[in-house]
């Protein structure tokens, strides 16, 4: 059952040092005040795991959080590298870290695999792909009806997974319109779920009954943090902050301007100040 409690209890009452975490979202929705608040609490030795992660796990990993990381596709989207995860595997900066590097369909899979109860994904693909040769989590199978081969990957069962959603009602249900990516997977395939939202209200009715991802019970708690998702977007409330993404490039270049950044912006920072940032960027409703 789903408890409403601010984003710092939820945080604390559900992450620990040593566990596997995924801060999901795709494009928009990003749960960026949750990653910010396992920061200002200091959590350490993450797995840290997403499809495509961008500028918030480039903060967690230059703040020296992460042993290691399991993804596909690693960037600051629309600009170029994750300049922290870069000095990261370049040189042990400022820890060493491990990567597991799959493709957007294997992390998909794991991740359906996990929310199902299974042990591993079988999918068609990584065929002709240089990626088993460096990551020995991927395997091949050979189907006993077809004999075809198939690429096997084990299943993702992070420890807890965190997103961003438009609205939750009363109950605890959650609602997410537009792209929704992997999120829901994501949440039924970890052992407890965190979710962050623009709002709370009464209830879902005059919506479409589709747009309720999750049912109350699959959600360990939830906090209102209205701008949440910020710099990327929460369709229907705001829009992405392009300079924002730009701005992260020239500042993750240098380890004094990034320690200075995340001083001013994270660790002095309070979920609050989410509301602020996207003032200007909110769209009419």
């Known amino acids: 059952m789903a408890r409403f409690v601010p984003l710092p209890q939820a945080v604390a009452d559900n992450l620990k040092d040593g566990d596997s975490v995924a801060f999901e979202g795709f494009t928009h929705l990003i749960p960026t005040a949750a990653a910010h608040e396992a920061i200002r609490q200091g959590f350490r030795d993450l797995t840290l795991i997403r499809m495509t992660p961008d500028v918030v796990y480039d903060q967690m990993i230059g703040m020296g959080m992460a042993r290691k990381l399991v993804f596909s596709y690693a960037g600051n989207p629309g600009v170029g590298l994750l300049r922290r995860l870069r000095d990261a ?5 400022p820890r060493p870290i491990e990567i597991e590097e799959h493709s957007h369909a294997a992390m998909a899979n794991a991740y359906e ?18 990626l088993a040769h460096v990551n020995p989590n991927i395997k091949f199978v050979r189907c006993p009806f077809t004999g075809e081969e198939l690429a096997a990957v084990p299943a993702l069962r992070p420890d807890v997974t965190f997103i961003h959603a438009q609205k939750a009602d009363r109950k605890g249900n959650v609602l997410i319109e537009g792209i929704v990516g992997i999120q829901k997977e994501a949440v039924l395939a970890a052992r407890r779920a965190v979710v962050t939202v623009e709002e709370v209200v009464e209830d879902f009715s005059g919506l479409h009954p589709n747009l309720t991802i999750l049912p109350h019970w699959t959600v360990a708690a939830i906090a209102v943090v209205p701008g949440g998702a910020h710099p990327s977007y929460t369709h229907g409330y705001y829009a992405r902050d392009n300079a924002e993404y730009l701005e992260w490039d ?34 009419a409703r």
Do not use: C, H, Q
Request: hydrophobic fraction near 45%; aromatic fraction near 10%.
């Open 250 to 283: 020239r500042i993750a270049a240098d380890r004094d301007l990034f320690g200075d950044w995340m001083e001013r912006n994270v660790l002095r920072a309070t979920p609050e100040d989410f509301a602020r940032r996207v003032e200007k960027l909110r769209v």
């Open 113 to 130: 695999a996990g929310a199902a109860g299974l042990p591993s994904a079988i999918f068609r693909g990584y065929r002709g792909a240089e």
């Open 89 to 93: 595997v370049e040189n042990d900066f």
